[in-house]
């Protein structure tokens, strides 16, 4: 471990070194961090930065409508039917999204139904952690053990805190209740849910930092650490409990440790952290489907391509596989053909139903179920025995193979689609070959591959905006990144600059970062279906160069970037007019229909008691007061007052979006208030329906015991208000009416329950 005095101090060329005093810099404590290899303590920043946008709040509000609680209900009944592997909705089956999802959700709930012991276990888990790291530091062992204490003692103390408080309050929230019994659901409910997917956006920003405090410098991926977390549809999709978040994180981590393999030469684990990214686009895979390991492949592919392929190495290539991978290619051609026959047969004998024909198919399908059967198990066995075989081939290679051959050595290609199959491919196995039908009729396989994905790409689905221009991602992008729009032409600028064939880590990472946009963009840009949360994949990359290219702005000066920053400056102030003159443009990012009202009153309201200034005059001034400031430093060229004023201000605003705007929001777009109150105010035996809904939300917070009265609603709702006693109902503000008459014309009264409570939804007894 460094001492005091041997502890370096840190540089002039830094911006903290610009901002505070160099006595504070170079206190004992902070001396002792700096000896830390560097991307440690960036890791350790961009883990707590993130961890500091994204965790306050978190459960302090109710699910949103519709997928929170959608996929929230499927892990409930995840854990009360006891079945992990098919998903289950309200009455019928869910193949509408893999189960990656859901079993984050189970996975918070199960931990959280230990309560404070299962608090006071993880901390024991990391304290013990931290203090074998911590001795290992003591012992004169390398730096990084301190960073390892450090990184295990912050869980560690939080749990412990949250420990000890459940157990002296008595606070009821052990969560045993969820998957069935009666009443409100527990209190930290929420908590359960959104944690494991904000542990895990948490998890990814903290891996691309890493990665690119390794491959280019520690100031760039600061930046990029601090664009991500501050863009306001990262930050609030990182906070939900959809699938999003899971594929987005699992992407960000597998192509995080692909470039630390493909270009951290020094580093001695080079093919751990390539089966590592095997493994997080298995995860992304079981998390959303074929995009989980679709973009990545394109990705990669495209990178071989530009950087490694020209016509003498297609020639060396084919010339190679034609000598040296004849024979593994033939023995596993060879394989493949008697495991495919000896599937099939099997799979004829035992009348499988793996891939299926659908139960109305009217033509005869091109290949039967049994035939499908043979087509899976003979392509895995052909890649086992051709791994097997070509890995034999490199143990007795005496000269350099072909560059395209030695790059697929490298990224353990053979045995890393293996492991990416281990992760991803039982549950699809087991879902292809699962009988049982949804809700439509649809076999698993039909439903999730040909309806979910190609029918999204081609014909669009689920949408309320089908079709759309490509403008329609550069519009939402804009309110996605604000105010990190006023980066976007000097990341392109900087784009410009990167040496594809450098092979240097700066010029790679910028290569895959534009490949990533590139491909990301086109693909989803052509889907026919649109949703404005559908830019959220292209965030991470675009953070990248904007990093990049802040670097670059830091080292070389303001004056030697000025034309593009000030290029950047209109896109800054029109797109923050249109936010503060519609917030609505927020909630529209990430929520399924986007006719919904938006409470208004909470941006029209004073901004604190008393003042004349609302709260979206105030946003308005903000911004305008941010960019001005910014724009004023920009021309003295101030670069410290110019990166002082940006970090202070999208701190800052990703900190009151999070913390109090959108916990204020949340009450609009969730039934857990108007559950709350009938579970508090309902007597015994008093039901409650759901008059011309399908939210969701209604059938999570019930438990599923909710009456949905939507077909031939008017007769249901008045057989309904027939029924003796007082009963309760669930129905939106616009439709009360509806309520209201049938309810009169068989003689009943309404009444509403806390009008205010919800702008969509109105809570009523009836009786």
């Excluded at 994905?453 to 519009?475: D, K």
């Excluded at 010029?507 to 990301?520: E, K, Q, R, S």
């Excluded at 593009?564 to 229909?593: A, C, E, M, R, W």
Aim: glycine fraction near 8%; charge should be positive; include cysteine.
């Amino acid at each position: 471990m460094a001492t005091d005095s041997a502890a370096p101090s840190f540089d002039d060329s830094s911006f903290l070194s610009q901002v505070l005093p160099k006595e504070l810099l170079n206190l004992g404590f902070l001396a002792r961090v700096k000896a830390w290899p560097a991307e440690f303590r960036v890791t350790l920043v961009s883990v707590l930065l993130a961890t500091t946008v994204f965790v306050p709040y978190l459960g302090a509000v109710g699910l949103w409508d519709p997928w929170e609680t959608h996929y929230g209900e499927v892990a409930r009944e995840m854990i009360q039917r006891n079945d992990y592997v098919h998903p289950y909705w309200e009455n019928a089956w869910f193949f509408s999204k893999p189960a990656f999802t859901m079993w984050m959700m189970a996975l918070g709930m199960q931990a959280a139904r230990g309560g404070a012991l299962t608090a006071l276990v993880l901390a024991a888990l990391f304290g013990g952690l931290g203090a074998y790291a911590f001795s290992r530091s003591r012992k004169g062992e390398e730096p990084k053990f301190e960073f390892f204490a450090a990184l295990a003692g912050v869980p560690a103390l939080l749990f412990a805190l949250l420990g000890v408080w459940g157990l002296v309050s008595k606070v009821p929230w052990k969560l045993a209740d969820i998957p069935a019994g009666d009443g409100a659901l527990p209190l930290f409910t929420e908590w359960a849910f959104r944690m494991p997917f904000t542990s895990f956006s948490i998890m990814a920003v903290g891996l691309l930092s890493y990665a690119m405090a390794r491959l280019v410098n520690p100031r760039a991926a600061l930046a990029t650490a601090f664009v991500l977390c501050t863009m306001p549809l990262y930050f609030l999709i990182s906070r939900q409990a959809v699938t999003d978040t899971p594929i987005v994180a699992a992407t960000i981590s597998g192509i995080s440790c692909a470039l630390v393999a493909l270009y951290d030469r020094q580093s001695p684990h080079r093919a751990e952290w390539w089966y590592a990214s095997y493994v997080f686009f298995g995860i992304a895979t079981v998390a959303k489907g074929l995009l989980g390991f679709g973009i990545p492949m394109v990705i990669f592919f495209a990178l071989v391509a530009l950087t490694i392929t020209s016509a003498k190495d297609l020639s060396e290539t084919v010339m190679w596989l034609t000598t040296k991978g004849a024979v593994p290619l033939a023995m596993g051609v060879g394989v493949g053909l008697i495991a495919a026959v000896i599937a099939s047969t099997l799979g004829q004998q035992a009348d499988t139903m793996f891939m299926a024909p659908q139960l109305d198919q009217t033509k005869p399908p091109p290949l039967s179920a049994a035939g499908w059967l043979g087509v899976m198990w003979g392509s895995l066995a052909f890649w086992i025995a051709a791994t097997v075989m070509f890995g034999r081939v490199s143990k007795r290679l005496t000269d350099t193979p072909p560059a395209i051959i030695r790059t697929a050595y490298e990224m353990k290609l053979g045995t890393g689609i293996l492991v990416f199959l281990a992760v991803a491919l039982p549950w699809y196995y087991e879902m292809f070959t699962f009988w049982r039908v949804d809700d439509e009729s649809k076999l698993f396989w039909f439903r999730f591959i040909v309806h979910d994905h190609f029918a999204r790409l081609g014909a669009g689905v689920h949408t309320t905006t089908p079709g759309g221009n490509f403008t329609y991602f550069i519009e939402q992008g804009g309110y996605a990144m604000y105010p990190w729009v006023v980066l976007i032409p000097g990341a392109f600028a900087a784009v410009s600059k990167l040496k594809l064939r450098s092979g240097e880590g700066a010029d790679g990472v910028g290569v895959v970062a534009v490949l990533w946009f590139a491909v990301t963009w086109g693909l989803i840009g052509a889907s026919a279906t649109k949703f404005h949360h559908y830019v959220f994949p292209m965030l991470p990359p675009l953070a990248v160069l904007m990093g990049l290219f802040i670097d670059r702005v830091w080292r070389e000066g303001i004056e030697a970037h000025s034309v593009v920053l000030l290029l950047g400056l209109p896109i800054l102030f029109l797109v923050g007019k249109d936010l503060s003159g519609t917030p609505k443009n927020f909630t529209d990012l990430f929520v399924y229909n986007y006719d919904r009202p938006y409470p208004a009153f909470l941006t029209e309201q004073p901004a604190w008691q008393g003042a004349t200034v609302t709260v979206k005059s105030l946003m308005g001034m903000a911004f305008a007061l941010f960019g001005g400031a910014a724009t004023i430093f920009l021309l003295s060229r101030n670069k410290a007052a110019v990166f002082g004023t940006v970090l202070a201000g999208g701190l800052t605003w990703a900190i009151w979006f999070n913390w109090f705007h959108w916990v204020d929001l949340s009450h609009h777009w969730t039934q857990r208030d108007q559950f709350w109150r009938y579970f508090s105010q309902r007597r015994p035996g008093e039901p409650i329906a759901a008059f011309l809904m399908n939210w969701r939300g209604e059938t999570f917070y019930s438990r599923n015991e909710v009456k949905q009265i939507k077909d031939n609603a008017n007769v249901g709702m008045a057989n309904y208000a027939q029924l003796p006693g007082r009963k309760w109902s669930l129905v939106e503000h616009a439709r009360l009416g509806i309520l209201k008459g049938v309810a009169s014309q068989v003689g009943k009264n309404v009444t509403l329950i806390d009008k205010d409570l919800n702008n969509k939804f109105v809570l009523v007894t009836i009786e």
